[in-house]
């Protein structure tokens, strides 16, 4: 019989990550569909509200708790889940992919004797279990399974509806860790000024922005300062984030004008990388195949486009609107500042 464990970390705030809670759904419907017994791990300074958080799975909770886990670091983070691991004694390992356990789970993998695979987007089978991923840059589908275990899988974030539970006390077993000498110490965090960070993962709606922003216009004239300002105004009024295609990235290296809080983190499609926001409006860019396939996972799909036979318009979009999107976003940034918020 499969053993499972959910590898779950805090965020600043003390609380389970949103990625972190979709594992555990993804443990939860996995255990149930093999019959199997699950168990939930917590690297967490302090675990006692990520437990009560997790307290309705009625599974057991076992937790790495204290000041040297309260920010990420491979060597404590590494320690931390390896500890977790062995405590479980799991056969399967679900952890969310998130930039602090992408960071170690290889290794831990390692130091236990297992194998993993990252980038998984579905689990399934009821006898055995297949783990569902893709390949070259998001074009190719693999359904994969293993029969050497322990077997480490990393979800992508935005797989599965998160776990929500009414919130209660709980019984954690703290699992002890023997560290290793920390030679890194975290001094603090930087970050963006609030509401000037263009990636938000959580956003309800990507807008992607083409190269055509920084084309000349009907006018004969490129407005490359008008359009970094119509995007980051409706950026800033509608929490959205920013996506952008290869094409506009890359004018950067090429002297072209450019807008300047672009980067290639912005950059979907051609990178593999695959946002999962519930809706996305994308504007100046054309719709073919390789700004298309970084779009696959977003529910709803919105474009503007000057061009009746853009890409976007033979079915790779929901709605299409033949516009100026200099013009659109306009009344729209127009829309939302007279829009009164309660």
């Not at 057991?60 to 320690?79: I, K, T």
């Not at 504007?283 to 000057?306: K, Q």
């Not at 659109?328 to 939302?336: C, G, H, Q, S, Y």
Request: proline share 5%; hydrophobic share 45%.
């Amino acid at each position: 019989m499969e053993s499972i464990l959910v590898l779950t970390h805090a965020d600043e705030g003390a609380s389970l990550t949103k990625a972190s809670l979709e594992a555990v759904a993804a443990g939860l419907e996995l255990a149930a569909r093999l019959d199997a017994p699950l168990a939930i791990g917590i690297v967490a300074a302090d675990a006692a509200s990520a437990a009560s958080a997790l307290a309705a799975t009625g599974v057991r909770l076992l937790s790495v708790s204290g000041e040297a886990f309260a920010q990420p670091r491979y060597a404590s983070d590494a320690a931390a889940c390896e500890a977790l691991c062995r405590a479980a004694s799991a056969s399967i390992v679900l952890a969310p992919g998130s930039s602090r356990f992408a960071r170690v789970a290889a290794g831990v993998a390692h130091r236990i004797g297992g194998l993993i695979d990252t980038h998984i987007t579905a689990l399934s089978g009821a006898e055995a279990i297949e783990a569902t991923r893709w390949f070259y840059r998001q074009r190719v589908e693999a359904v994969l399974s293993r029969d050497a275990r322990p077997w480490f899988l990393l979800l992508d974030a935005g797989t599965h509806a998160p776990f929500v539970g009414a919130p209660a006390s709980a019984q954690v077993e703290q699992v002890p860790v023997n560290l290793p000498v920390l030679r890194t110490q975290v001094t603090g965090a930087r970050a963006p000024q609030a509401g000037e960070s263009t990636i938000r993962p959580d956003a309800k709606l990507l807008f992607v922005a083409g190269a055509g922003w920084t084309k000349k216009q009907p006018d004969g004239q490129i407005h490359a300062t008008e359009a970094g300002g119509l995007i980051l105004d409706f950026l800033r009024a509608s929490g959205a984030s920013l996506g952008s295609s290869k094409s506009l990235v890359d004018q950067g290296s090429e002297n072209q004008p450019v807008l300047p809080f672009l980067s290639h983190l912005n950059q979907v499609g051609q990178t593999g990388a695959t946002p999962r926001h519930p809706k996305g409006l994308s504007t100046c860019c054309h719709g073919e195949e390789p700004h298309v396939v970084g779009w696959r996972f977003i529910g709803e799909r919105r474009a503007i486009s000057l061009d009746p036979n853009c890409g976007w318009t033979r079915g790779k979009a929901d709605v299409v609107y033949i516009a100026d999107a200099f013009q659109v976003m306009a009344k729209v940034n127009e829309i939302l500042g007279a829009k009164v918020i309660v």
